[in-house]
């Protein structure tokens, strides 16, 4: 799979994992108060998987890589969040999103960047 393509899928299944995650234990959550918390940890452990699948083939460049994909993720999130909005297939409002799901979404690059920080380290400590 070319490079770009692994980027959108990998984006694509950063957004519908956690989001199958959320609204099939939606209700249970929303009840005990814990569904941004659930969110949190769906999209961060998804990102995680992903970021390592990616930049474990990288050889060089890790944080230029490691932004590229958190970005790229970020914005398929919210693109695909917003054309459900708009669909009227998600119940939530453009500022209801803004305000409560958007944020999230900031796991994203601050994950795959901290990642690409640290291979970029490891990558200079190996060279002394």
């Known amino acids: 799979m070319n490079k770009n393509a692994k980027i959108i899928n990998y984006g694509l299944l950063v ?11 939606g209700s249970f959550l929303a009840a005990i108060n814990i569904f941004e918390i659930i969110s949190a940890v769906a999209i961060a452990v998804t990102v995680m998987v992903f970021s390592y699948l990616y930049l474990k083939v990288i050889t060089e460049n890790f944080l230029k890589e490691s932004v590229l994909i958190g970005i790229s993720w970020l914005i398929i999130s919210i693109a695909l969040d917003i054309i459900l909005i708009l669909l009227g297939i998600s119940q939530l409002t453009l500022i209801n999103y803004t305000m409560y799901v958007a944020p999230l979404y900031i796991i994203i690059p601050a ?10 380290q490891r990558m200079n400590d190996a060279g002394d």
């Open 15 to 25: 957004w519908l994992i956690p989001s199958l995650i959320t609204v099939i234990l």
């Open 111 to 120: 994950i795959t960047i901290g990642l690409g920080l640290y291979m970029n």
